[in-house]
């Protein structure tokens, strides 16, 4: 295992809390509850099912409920005036701790960040390799079938310089009052877990530049996010749909992207179908009116 990774895990479990990435001006602290205000639920119109896990692997299991999401970020912009440093962080709720302490599985989170339906690059952490960072796909990642033909691609680094990882139980600190810890009450009422990353946000703008895509903190992204068994592949489970689905469909039409977030963490609205027709047809009339004009 990566000595970094086994660094953070030791840290995590001696209960040391305080892990502040970036400067002190806005620090972005992984071990933070998230709902003490740094940290913004990345929205999923269909939310995400409970053991729904591939192989029956609770730590593998993404978990959310209306009340309690399972997916998170949070920013550091680094106290300048430039809209591409800082650190970005994500932060996902899975089923339990199993096994050995500490995370062992793998997870990604790709980003599609000109809303193309492709998947441009990948974050996430994969222990089986002692990986935290960033991967660039070296195909076009429209579906599973297509990710598990390409793969993640090719790791980049990138992780944030210090205290870019932890893994630790989910608290009432996280939760509104009366909300469980144990969402999927699978695992002998063991709590749930959450995994929390960083990355140097210029190495993710970079990754993103090779791509031919731009980006700063206020450019709008979409998420599509899942475990692996392998590191090849969301064939654990995929956040946003239940086990079983058909992998030939798009990410769009299986509806496992996420509403559109900055990575400064604001949500940007999505038109309802509705309103997206009358504001095309009000444009239209307006082209009309200014022709015969």
């Known amino acids: 295992m990566n000595n970094l990774i086994k660094s953070a895990k030791v840290l995590a479990f001696a209960g040391i809390a305080g892990l502040a990435v970036g400067n002190a001006h806005a620090a972005l602290t992984l071990t933070s509850p998230s709902l003490d205000g740094s940290w913004t639920a990345v929205p999923y119109e ?31 912009d680094a106290g300048t005036s430039s809209v591409t440093d800082g650190t970005i962080a994500f ?33 996430g952490v994969n222990n089986k390799k002692g990986q935290v960072g960033i991967w ?10 297509s990710l598990k033909s390409e793969g993640f691609g090719t790791f980049l680094g990138g992780a944030a310089a210090t205290d870019f990882y932890d893994w630790r139980a989910v608290t009432s600190a996280d939760v509104p ?4 810890l144990d969402l999927d009450k699978e695992n002998k009422g063991a709590v749930d ?25 206020d450019t709008a ?24 689905f058909d992998g030939s469909l798009t990410w ?20 309802e179908p509705a309103g997206a027709m009358l504001s095309v047809l009000g444009g239209a009339l307006l082209m009309m009116r200014r022709r015969r004009a």
Do not use: K
Request: charged share 15%; aromatic share 8%.
């Open 46 to 76: 269909n939310g995400e099912p409970v053991i729904d896990q591939q192989t029956g692997q609770p730590e593998s299991d993404l978990v959310s409920d209306a009340n309690n999401d399972f997916f998170l970020t949070s920013f550091d």
């Open 91 to 123: 932060r996902f709720r899975l089923g339990a701790d199993q096994g050995s302490p500490g995370y062992n599985g793998a997870l990604f989170a790709g980003i599609d960040a000109n809303n193309d339906g492709t998947l441009d690059v990948f974050v």
């Open 136 to 145: 660039s796909p070296t195909g076009v990642i429209t579906s599973e079938d």
């Open 177 to 180: 009052v009366g909300e469980p």
């Open 193 to 217: 877990y959450y995994l929390s990353f960083a990355i140097d946000f210029s190495s993710l703008v970079s990754a993103l530049a090779d791509a031919g895509i731009s980006i700063d903190q």
């Open 221 to 244: 992204l979409r998420y599509v996010a899942g475990t692996s068994e392998q590191g090849n592949s969301f064939n654990q489970d995929l956040g946003g749909v239940g086990a079983g």
């Open 252 to 271: 769009s039409e299986l509806g496992v992207v996420s509403d559109p977030v900055t990575a400064s963490g604001v949500v940007v609205a999505v038109p």
